[in-house]
């Protein structure tokens, strides 16, 4: 799966790597290569992706042409619409069109507040000593079906990852494009860039560390729209918040 894979994406550089050779930070410099975990998973994706529209790399361009259209409000209201569709929501939250990012959060946050106080959404920012995977040959080992290889992503653009190896569009996971225009966002906002994928997983590198509580909470509630398990490891989203103004790694998985 891994040749076929790389086969499909022959209009893009690709390096295999031997699993145990692989490091973090990745071997490369002032240009970015997402590490990616073949499986036979992103391969059907990739194949599927291909029939769409008689070849891989005109569907690539419909989704990123797709992805472009869209705001992040529209991003996370597609990433929560599992959610916020299914759950009768008071009239200042309809229609979800027009909601705003935080009004989407506002309205999560009543949902899962609507049996009993939610203590993991609490903000009061708690110092954290947790820390997240990163992608180095341990991570890769524990997740690998045939190896793995770099892609080196388009420059100024690696938000397109998503829509080059198409993961997601299952159970909570948001479709490539709805992942590609979130990840827009967050590298023009913050230089946020994808740098290692599998068939579940998205590892995000910053390249500056949010330096405000009120920048943190703002992107923890962000993250929590676009995968409510980034929370698993934490006890509170204020804690998840702390976290990210002491890391560049964010970590994004779905079940």
Not at 1 to 24: A, C, F, K, W
Not at 28 to 35: C, D, G, K
Not at 133 to 143: F, G, L, S
Not at 170 to 191: D, F, T
């Amino acid at each position: 799966m891994n040749q076929d894979m790389r086969s499909l994406l022959h209009h893009y550089e690709t390096i295999p790597v031997h699993i145990g050779d692989i490091t973090y930070p990745a071997p490369f410099e002032a240009e970015h290569w997402l590490l990616v975990i073949p499986s036979e998973n992103l391969l059907e994706m990739m194949e599927e992706t291909a029939e769409e529209n008689d070849s891989f790399d005109a569907t690539v361009q419909k989704n990123v042409a797709e992805s472009e259209s869209l705001t992040l409000a529209d991003g996370l209201r597609r990433s929560i619409a599992w959610l916020l569709e299914y759950n009768e929501l008071p009239a200042e939250y309809q229609p979800l069109e027009k909601l705003s990012t935080d009004q989407l959060y506002a309205a999560y946050r009543l949902l899962q507040e609507s049996e009993e106080p939610l203590e993991l959404l609490d903000e009061q920012m708690v110092t954290t000593e947790r820390t997240l995977p990163v992608p180095d040959a341990h991570w890769a080992e524990y997740r690998q079906e045939d190896g793995a290889f770099w892609l080196k992503l388009p420059q100024g653009r690696e938000y397109e990852a998503p829509v080059i190896i198409p993961m997601g569009g299952y159970n909570e996971c948001p479709m490539p494009e709805v992942q590609s225009a979130i990840l827009r966002h967050w590298q023009q906002q913050y230089g946020a860039y994808p740098i290692a994928v599998s068939d579940s997983t998205w590892i995000v590198r910053t390249d500056r560390l949010l330096q405000t509580d009120a920048d943190a909470l703002v992107v923890a509630r962000q993250h929590v729209l676009f995968c409510p398990y980034v929370l698993e490891n934490f006890d509170t989203l204020g804690e998840y918040a702390s976290y990210l103004k002491q890391h560049d790694i964010w970590y994004f998985w779905w079940d």
